[in-house]
């Protein structure tokens, strides 16, 4: 039995008897927002279905994709989530499942389906679960996670998308208002507003018409850039917590290798209070959504258990941050196929073994942004392009979003986007001969009994997931934030991931 709809008490987040929860837990990523990495497709959800269509046939298509949803979350997984000591699970969701494109502000009802069960299984063990809009119409930003097949923000710049991203959330609050377990609304992940104001201004046409229907419910609101920072955001709206994120490129195959040196770790601390500053200086509280690194494959690096470690260092260097601050956070992610989650699928399962020739080619051709490893035939093609576009146009490494430089922008429109969506039927004709029981065995591949833990993350986890009540009294140990520019804001810059 939960103690009523939890709100915001100053810097806090309070239930209904005034006594404080820090929230902790993970995002349901990959699930009813897939993710390329996170399965193990080529470029983005959109396309990724629209293949498996043309090569099953509506039947098996339908079939497939509704075990997949089935299969990725049970009562197993919610039981093994609350058995860690985690108390909250962000629940990510592509608009797509609630509306369509081409019969707007119409509502699927279908899209509920798996949503308001995963909501009772998680309610059912005791776990909170802050709902996600990680796919908005239009896209919010130029990335794959926004399903944006493009790598233009088409949200910003139309009025009616925003219209019916408000109208879908109207549903949506009108469905869970009076559902205690339910923390609140993060509407928009991880926005790219290249002029920075609209951003705050769909925010308070968001609360407004949101408290509308439910006015109790916490909203959870992503700042700019890859919810990194807070430029023109000059009012602080009631009951809401402000989400950042922080990655670090130490925790990627690319970025420098965590050794646990006290330089390294002011540098994290750095990193957060930079994102943080906005929070601070209001005494309100900062919601670190996403964070963590990814992890190295045995099978395919040679020195996997060595990497690992120092990833398992660094992200308890930053949960010792984290716990300083005293602040919820939901790292990324609960479940995948070996690449960052808590769970995993066994490579041994029949999807697994099934794609693992496209993934090595996936890995090979850099076709996935995150978790990127070098490849020299790749950047023997970019490498050259990205120096004579910086040499006749200098400002173009200057485009937005800025964190991105020339050559993220350039591969990203080309391998990411381009390259990435042309290999969506091949990826999909793996599949083709398969009969309805063949397409359920591959979907529970992701079931929670046939798939594998990391038990070194999870070990981190636990041991992160609860404050004592002892410190909770006595308030967080880290100090309130110097003046931004005292920071080293470049350095801090330096290390982050959008």
């Known amino acids: 039995m939960s103690n009523g709809i939890l709100r ?18 993970a995002g349901l990523g990959g699930w009813m927002n897939m993710e390329n990495f996170i399965t193990g497709y080529p470029g983005h959800e959109r396309q990724h279905r629209e293949a498996m269509l043309q090569v099953l046939g509506k039947e098996k298509q339908e079939f497939f994709f509704d075990k997949f949803l089935e299969y990725f979350f049970t009562e197993a997984d919610a039981k093994f989530f609350a058995s860690q000591g985690l108390n909250c699970i962000r629940l990510p969701f592509n608009y797509r499942h609630f509306e369509d494109d081409m019969n707007p502000r119409v509502l699927k009802e279908s899209g509920f389906k798996h949503l308001d069960r995963v909501v009772e299984l998680c309610a059912k063990e005791k776990i909170y679960t802050i709902l996600d809009m990680h796919t908005v119409p239009g896209g919010q930003n130029p990335d794959w996670h926004s399903d944006n097949v493009s790598n233009y923000a088409a949200f910003w710049d139309f009025k009616d998308h925003q219209d019916r991203t408000i109208w879908l959330w109207e549903q949506i609050a009108g469905r869970y208002k009076d559902n205690p377990w339910v923390a609140g609304y993060n509407p928009i992940n991880e926005p790219c507003d290249s002029e920075h104001y609209r951003l705050p201004a769909f925010y308070s046409r968001f609360e407004a018409a949101i408290r509308k229907v439910d006015p109790h419910h916490i909203h959870w609101l992503d700042g700019n850039t890859f919810a990194m920072e807070w430029r023109e955001f000059d009012k602080v709206l009631p009951n809401t917590v402000y989400a950042l994120h922080d990655y670090t490129t130490m925790g990627f195959p690319t970025g420098e290798r965590f050794k646990g040196t006290q330089e390294q770790k002011v540098r994290l601390e750095r990193q957060f209070l930079r994102k943080a500053q906005f929070q601070h200086t209001n005494k309100i509280p900062a919601w670190n959504g996403e964070f963590g690194p990814v992890y190295a494959d045995p099978r395919m690096d040679a020195n996997a258990e060595e990497i690992n470690q120092e990833r398992y260092n660094l992200l308890g260097a930053q949960l010792d941050i984290y716990d300083k601050y005293q602040i919820p956070w939901t790292i990324w992610l609960y479940k995948d196929i070996g690449v960052q989650g808590m769970v995993y699928t066994d490579p041994d399962s029949l999807w697994n073994k099934t794609i693992q020739p496209f993934l090595e080619k996936k890995r090979k051709l850099q076709l996935d942004a995150w978790g990127k490893y070098p490849s020299k035939e790749v950047e023997d093609v970019i490498n050259p392009l990205v120096r004579w576009i910086d040499s006749v146009c200098p400002q173009a490494k200057e485009t937005y979003p800025t964190p991105w430089a020339t050559e993220r922008h350039i591969v990203r429109a080309t391998l990411q986007t381009f390259l990435s969506q042309a290999f969506s039927l091949e990826f999909a004709n793996l599949f083709k001969d398969f009969t309805f029981e063949q397409l359920d065995e591959a979907a529970k591949s992701f079931r929670f009994d ?21 410190a909770l009294a006595e308030g967080p140990t880290g100090e309130r934030l110097a003046p931004a520019e005292s920071l080293d804001i470049v350095g801090a810059a330096s290390q982050e991931l959008p």
């Open 8 to 25: 915001i008490k100053d810097d806090r987040v309070v239930d209904g008897n005034g006594e404080t929860i820090i929230l902790r837990g």
């Open 450 to 470: 046939k798939c594998l833990q990391r038990k070194g993350l999870n070990k981190i986890m636990s041991e992160h997931a609860e404050i004592s009540k002892k």
